[in-house]
C-alpha cells in the first residue's frame, strides 16, 4: 500500500526537479525514469507505466513526431536538414483580387509538394484567403496548445498604406503569410496536424469548416483546463526567466519599430520636398545659360538622391519593419504559451494539495493527478523546446535583416555621394 500522502511543499523560487512527489513512496527504488527528456518532475513508475496523452487528449506513441521526446529529436535533426532531405513543401504566390456583391477580398495560390505519406497526392493547388490563415492559426492553437504557433501579419491595415488592395500591401501580406506555413512546415510537429493537411489539400475549405464545428467541439472541451481559477504560486526559475526576457525583448523591439517608423514618415515627406526642390535648378538653368551646366547638375544630384532615398525607404518599409512586427507578435504568442503552461501547474498543485490535506491511505496515485503530471511534462518539454527553435530562428532572421539594412545603407550613401 502507498504511505499517506506528505505535505505538498511550496514551489516558490525552487524548479519542478526539485519539488518531491507529494504521492510518492519515499524509496527511491519505486520510482521511474521520467516519461519525456524534460527532467523537472519525478514521476512515480505507476505514472511512467501509463500511456501518455496531450493535453487535447491525443495518445502519445513516443515513435511518433507528436511526441515531445520525438519533438526534441526531430528539432536536433532538422537543424542539420538540407533541403534535398526534406519532404515537404509550400508556397504563397499569385494574388488575386475578387469582387463579390457584398465584398471584395484577395486570395492567394497555397502549393504544396511532398512525399509524405499522410497526404494521397505528391502536389497540391488551393486558393485561400486571409480568414482561412486565420481559421488554421485558431485550429493549431487549440489542438496542439502546448506549442507555440507562428504568427500572422496583423488582419488590418499597417500603419502608413492606405489601400489594403495596394500592390504594396498585397505584396508585403503574400511574403508574411509564406512566411507563416514556412514555419509550420518546418516545425516537426505542427506540420503533421490534421487541420493543417486540410488547409493544404482540400478544394472546399469552407464545407470543411462547417462539417468540423461539430466534430471538433469536443477537442475544445478537452483543453478548457487552460482557462480554471487555479492561481500558480511562483513559477520555476527557468519558466520565470523566459517570461523577463520575453517582456524585454517586446519592449525594445517596440521602441525600434515605432523609431523606425518614424524615421521612414520623416524620410518620405523629405522626399516630397526633395521632387519639387530638384527641378527648380532646372528650370533656373534654363534662364541662366552661362550657369546652365552647374544647375543641370544640381538638378541631376537632387533627383539621384530622391531615386536613393525612395529605394532606401521601401526597404525599411518591406523588409524591415515586417520582421520586427512579427516578432513582436512571435513575443506574444510565446507569452500565451507561457500562461497555459503556468495554469497547467496550478492546476497540477491544487490537485497535489487537495489530495495531500485528505490524509487518505491510497493504492495508488489518483488518475486525474497523473493526467496532470502529464499535462505539465508536455508543456515544459514542448515550450523549452520551441523555445530553442525560436531562439536559433531569431539569430538567424536579425543577423540577415541587420546586415542587409546595413549594405541597403551603403549603397544608399554611395549612390548620393557619386560626383
Not at 464545407?207 to 504560486?233: C, F, I, N, P, W
Not at 514618415?265 to 534654363?286: A, C, D, F, I, N
Amino acid at each position: 500500500a502507498a504511505s499517506v500522502p506528505k505535505p505538498l511543499p511550496s514551489s516558490g523560487p525552487k524548479s519542478l526537479r526539485e519539488m518531491p512527489h507529494p504521492l510518492a513512496t519515499s524509496s527511491s527504488e519505486e520510482m521511474g525514469p521520467a516519461l519525456t527528456p524534460s527532467p523537472d518532475l519525478l514521476l512515480p513508475r505507476s505514472i511512467a507505466d501509463k500511456d501518455l496523452s496531450l493535453p487535447n487528449g491525443t495518445p502519445v506513441d513516443t515513435s511518433s513526431p507528436a511526441s515531445s521526446s520525438s519533438l526534441l529529436n526531430r528539432l536536433q535533426l532538422d537543424d542539420d536538414l538540407d533541403v534535398e532531405t526534406r519532404d515537404l513543401f509550400v508556397t504563397v504566390d499569385d494574388p488575386k483580387k475578387h469582387v463579390c456583391t457584398m465584398e471584395t477580398y484577395i486570395t492567394y495560390r497555397v502549393t504544396t509538394k511532398t512525399t509524405r505519406a499522410e497526404f494521397d497526392l505528391p502536389e497540391y493547388s488551393v486558393r485561400r484567403r486571409y480568414q482561412d490563415f486565420d481559421w488554421l492559426r485558431n485550429k493549431l492553437e487549440e489542438s496542439q496548445p502546448t506549442h507555440l504557433i507562428p504568427p500572422l501579419p496583423e488582419k488590418f491595415v499597417v500603419k502608413g498604406v492606405v489601400d489594403r488592395f495596394s500592390e504594396e500591401f498585397v505584396e508585403t501580406r503574400r511574403k508574411a503569410l509564406d512566411k507563416f506555413l514556412k514555419r509550420i512546415t518546418d516545425h516537426p510537429v505542427l506540420s503533421f496536424n490534421e487541420h493543417f493537411n486540410v488547409f493544404l489539400t482540400a478544394k472546399d475549405l469552407n464545407a470543411y469548416k462547417k462539417q468540423g464545428m461539430a466534430l471538433l467541439s469536443k477537442m475544445g472541451e478537452s483543453v478548457k483546463y487552460v482557462t480554471g481559477g487555479y492561481k500558480l504560486r511562483s513559477r520555476p526559475l527557468e519558466f520565470a526567466a523566459i517570461g523577463d526576457y520575453l517582456d524585454t525583448f517586446s519592449l525594445k523591439l517596440g521602441t525600434i519599430d515605432r523609431i523606425a517608423q518614424r524615421i521612414i514618415k520623416e524620410q518620405l515627406e523629405y522626399l516630397v520636398e526633395l521632387r519639387e526642390y530638384g527641378p527648380v535648378y532646372s528650370t533656373w538653368g534654363g534662364l541662366e545659360v552661362e550657369l546652365s551646366e552647374p544647375l543641370e547638375g544640381v538638378s541631376a544630384c537632387i533627383g539621384n538622391c530622391c531615386t536613393a532615398l525612395e529605394e532606401l525607404s521601401e526597404d525599411m518599409t518591406e523588409d524591415f519593419l515586417p520582421v520586427l512586427r512579427e516578432y513582436i507578435l512571435y513575443a506574444e504568442s510565446m507569452k500565451n504559451v507561457l500562461k497555459k503552461r503556468d495554469q497547467v501547474q496550478a492546476e497540477y498543485e491544487a490537485k497535489l494539495e487537495a489530495v495531500a490535506l485528505k490524509r487518505e491511505d491510497r493504492p495508488k496515485v489518483p488518475t486525474d493527478v497523473e493526467k496532470c503530471q502529464d499535462r505539465v511534462e508536455c508543456f515544459n518539454a514542448d515550450l523549452k523546446a520551441d523555445m530553442e527553435r525560436w531562439q536559433n530562428n531569431k539569430r538567424q532572421d536579425f543577423r540577415q535583416l541587420l546586415m542587409g539594412m546595413a549594405d541597403k545603407n551603403i549603397q544608399y550613401y554611395e549612390k548620393v555621394c557619386v560626383t
